[in-house]
């Protein structure tokens, strides 16, 4: 894959290796560092808003072009990873998301949470 492609992304990070999920292709659906804790370990450092409050941080569409687009270019991974630089779960079109990945590859996808929002029931719908 070109290289002056991979930096022109702007929601898509990768194909990374992961040792739970071998090749994966990151998806980032929140700006940096907007999450629902301040954990001290974090890898990204201190969170920068701490909030409950699901919205559309990032819009759907065109994440889903430049997947579209990547996957034209002959990207391969095992898994499409929803995770980046924030809590992913607090993005409120994420099922439209998953559903719009869904039509466009077979690869699975894998969300990666603190699971702070899953007792709500949009979430787990969304999920």
Do not use: F, H, W
């Not at 070109?2 to 739970?20: A, E, F, N, Q, T």
């Not at 990151?26 to 301040?38: A, F, Q, R, S």
Request: glycine share 8%; charged share 25%.
């Amino acid at each position: 894959m070109d290289k002056k492609l991979i930096s022109k992304r702007k929601y898509l990070y990768g194909p990374v290796p992961s040792r739970r999920l071998g090749l994966s292709c990151g998806i980032d659906i929140v700006p940096l560092k907007v999450c629902t804790l301040n954990c001290i370990y974090c890898q990204l450092g201190k969170t920068a808003v701490t909030t409950i409050e699901r919205r559309e941080y990032i819009p759907v569409e065109p994440v889903l072009s430049e997947l579209k687009e990547t996957l034209a270019e002959g990207m391969k991974a095992n898994y499409i990873t929803i995770a980046g630089s924030g809590e992913p779960t607090l993005n409120s079109r994420l099922g439209e998301l998953i559903d719009g990945i869904k039509k466009l590859t077979n690869i699975p996808i894998a969300i990666l949470t603190n699971g702070t929002l899953l007792y709500r029931e949009d979430v787990r719908a969304d999920c």
